[in-house]
């Protein structure tokens, strides 16, 4: 069992920056771990995934360019940098995770793609 557990959401205004923090524990160098995202009466959406074998980050085209994700191997954390904030980027995030031996993880799975899921920590953002 996986235990994941999000902090760092908050409510900012539009052009801001938050650095969301997914701790994991039992993470080991074969897994994708990553952030879904929710908003009200939205689908969830996949946002950014990282593989634990060669740290290769994978992005969907809406938050290309301005969230970075990075993985803390020695704290066993995982970050998602978010600058130039939009409305749009508001919803819950939820942070994910799943054994995968692939060196690639890719930028838009299905939510049934991962086994593992944190709580999450809402983002909201004001236009």
């Known amino acids: 069992q996986i235990g994941l557990l999000e902090s760092g959401g908050g409510s900012v205004p539009a052009g801001s920056s938050l650095r969301l923090s997914c701790e994991a524990s039992?993470?080991?160098?074969?897994?994708?771990i990553g952030w879904f995202r929710q908003a009200p009466g939205k689908p969830r959406e996949a946002v950014a995934f990282i593989s634990t074998l060669s740290g290769t980050a994978s992005y969907a085209d809406s938050i290309k360019g301005r969230f970075t994700l990075s993985y803390d191997y020695a704290k066993n954390t995982m970050y998602l940098r978010m600058n130039s904030l939009q409305a749009g980027d508001t919803g819950i995030y939820r942070c994910?995770?799943?054994?995968?031996?692939?060196?690639?993880?890719?930028?838009?799975?299905?939510?049934?793609?991962?086994?593992?899921w944190g709580q999450g920590t809402q983002v909201t953002v004001s236009s």
């Open positions: 994910v995770a799943n054994y995968d031996g692939s060196k690639y993880c890719g930028p838009s799975p299905s939510p049934t793609d991962y086994n593992y």
């Open positions: 039992d993470v080991y160098s074969n897994m994708c």
